[in-house]
């Protein structure tokens, strides 16, 4: 059974940068048939596609969130990783790791306040 | 980016009888592959969400079969055959046929 497990600081100031790791269990982030994924629902609201990685390191990020976003993995930890810089309150949400779709994180909430 | 509108927003349902949420794309979700890449999740309340469909009528393993997902294009529909305790939540469709992927807003079920 594949698991993730998001991490992270759960408060961070605006303008500062917002980083999060995710560490996958039972499968492997070197899987050429997967890609590693980060979403996020604001408080109340709906979700919102934050960006996806392959193993190979090839990325794709949504391009309303582009300029801001840098998401890496690090195979040797079966990790995957998440840099949102500048945040604003806007970036308070509870941010989801996921592989593809089909398996989710129980997810992070991260709050942007002074 | 691809619109993803669900109706109804809220959805009291009794419990055994039916549900269905319908979800519109405002573009053609049929992928040069020939697939069309229109999920369902369920967010249970206080978890993360729980994919039900796939591919728009394909269920995840584990998902009980009185779920179902059809439609083609742009509309979609989920339905519950007999609803029970354990189904509500929040439903959402989700589009992975353009980047970025994309959510309709939800569809909330509760029991009457």
């Known amino acids: 059974q594949v698991q993730l497990q998001e991490s992270g600081p759960g408060l961070v100031k605006p303008s500062e940068t917002l980083s999060l790791t995710c560490t996958v269990s039972g499968g492997s982030v070197s899987s050429g048939s997967y890609y590693w994924s980060w979403i996020r629902q604001p408080p109340g609201k709906g979700l919102e596609w934050i960006g996806y990685?392959?193993?190979?390191?090839?990325?794709n990020y949504n391009p309303s969130l582009k300029s801001r976003v840098t998401i890496s993995v690090d195979t040797s930890k079966n990790q995957f990783s998440l840099k949102l810089s500048s945040v604003t309150a806007a970036d308070t949400a509870v941010y989801y790791c996921?592989?593809?779709?089909?398996?989710w994180g129980q997810g992070t909430l991260v709050t942007v306040s002074s | 980016d691809v619109v993803m509108t669900q109706s109804p927003l809220s959805l009291p349902v009794t419990l055994g009888q039916p549900a269905s949420i319908s979800c519109r794309s405002s573009q053609s979700l049929v992928h040069s592959d020939g697939n069309t890449y229109l999920n369902w999740f369920q967010q249970r309340p206080g978890q993360s969400p729980r994919r039900l469909i796939y591919?728009?009528?394909n269920r995840d393993s584990g998902v009980p079969d009185r779920f179902s997902g059809s439609g083609s294009g742009t509309d979609f529909t989920l339905k519950i055959s007999r609803v029970e305790a354990e189904d509500v939540g929040v439903y959402y469709c989700?589009?992975?046929?353009?980047?970025?992927?994309?959510f309709g807003g939800g569809t909330k079920v509760e029991i009457k």
């Open positions: 591919k728009v009528s």
């Open positions: 990685i392959y193993y190979s390191g090839s990325t």
């Open positions: 996921a592989r593809t779709s089909d398996y």
């Open positions: 989700m589009q992975g046929t353009h980047w970025p992927g994309t």
